[in-house]
Nanobody, 122 residues
Framework: QVQLVESGGGLVQAGGSLRLSCAAA????????MAWFRQAPGKEREFVAAITWSGGNTYYADSVKGRFTISRLNAKNTVYLQMNSLKPEDTAVYYC???????????????WGQGTQVTVSS
């Protein structure tokens, strides 16, 4: 498993932007597919975006397509989530996740971060 630490959350007005970062510990980061999930109050955790180990393929939930972009920099053991045109319904705790499978990482990844709060005001 890999240890993950998220940062970059905060309070932003609707229509604004935020960039989340997830730093991974360990020398095997480049062998992991990475993903972002979110959980809003009273709701189940949901998949947001994923990226393969090479960064060559990305996947998005329909609710964020065209607004969010996932990327990674293996040299810095970091994955990012650029969030634009934010809406109040994007308010949630955002979690970084990792798995060696790009399929499994979108469903039940083995490693999770602690989460970072994103609040979008209307």
């Amino acid at each position: 498993q890999v240890q993950l630490v998220e940062s970059g959350g905060g309070l932003v007005q609707a229509g604004g932007s935020l960039r989340l970062s997830c730093a991974a510990a360990g020398r095997t980061f480049s062998s992991y597919a990475m993903a972002w999930f979110r959980q809003a109050p009273g709701k189940e955790r949901e998949f947001v975006a994923a990226i393969t180990w090479s960064g060559g393929n990305t996947y998005y939930a329909d609710s964020v397509k065209g607004r969010f972009t996932i990327s990674r920099l293996n040299a810095k053991n970091t994955v990012y989530l650029q969030m634009n045109s934010l809406k109040p319904e994007d308010t949630a705790v955002y979690y970084c996740a990792a798995d060696r499978s790009s399929v499994v990482v979108q469903r039940t990844p083995v490693s999770w971060g602690q989460g970072t709060q994103v609040t979008v005001s209307s």
